[in-house]
């Protein structure tokens, strides 16, 4: 049975794994579309605070407090984002080097100078939840796992930079958000906090 919205609440706050091939909100606008409606019922004032493409995964937060929403997306808070990209092809240093010494990236017709905060390649591929569908595998082409931190959000902006050097992303997982980290979380999984709690796990102080 799919969920439903549940009357509204005050000062909800929320960690979510979003599953690949949702929607980061309660709506659809095309026949096929999945969005959090989907997985889990929630108060109608509940919304996420900024948003993961439909086909990335991991950590979403949610809240119905403006002031909760205001203070994690301000600019100056520079909350650290942290992703795993899986991506097409051998990653060499230099692609790394490249992300950490920045480039000027354009994002919706506007040029834009993107840099990461760090930028480094896994060895082995880190142990996530299985996505589905799986990644495609191809035999003659090899992949690299990718960490990569920012402060910014623009939209797409991690996939459009790691494409920019030449590694397109296969899949992308965020796997923190400040000092809160995915964890062993699995995908749809929800976790409530109260208000200190929620900016505590973030390592931000409280609004």
Known sequence: MKPTRTTKGIGRYYAMYKPYGVLSRFTTELPGQRCLAD?????????????????????????????????????????????????????????????????????????????????????????????DPPIRFRKNIPTSWIEIAITEGKNRQVRKMLAAIGYPVLRLVRVGIGKLQLGAMQPGELREFDATGFARSLGIRPW
């Open 39 to 131: 997985l889990v019922s929630l108060p109608q004032d509940v919304y996420p605070i900024g948003r993961l493409d439909q086909d990335s995964e991991g950590l979403l937060l949610l809240s119905s407090d403006p002031a909760a929403n205001a203070a994690i997306l301000e600019p100056r808070q520079q909350l650290l984002k942290t992703y795993l990209c899986q991506v097409e092809g051998a990653c060499e240093a230099a692609a790394l080097q490249a992300l950490l010494d920045g480039f000027s990236l354009s994002i919706k017709g506007t040029k834009h100078f993107v840099r990461a905060v760090s930028a480094r390649m896994y060895e082995d591929p880190p142990v996530l939840p299985i996505r």
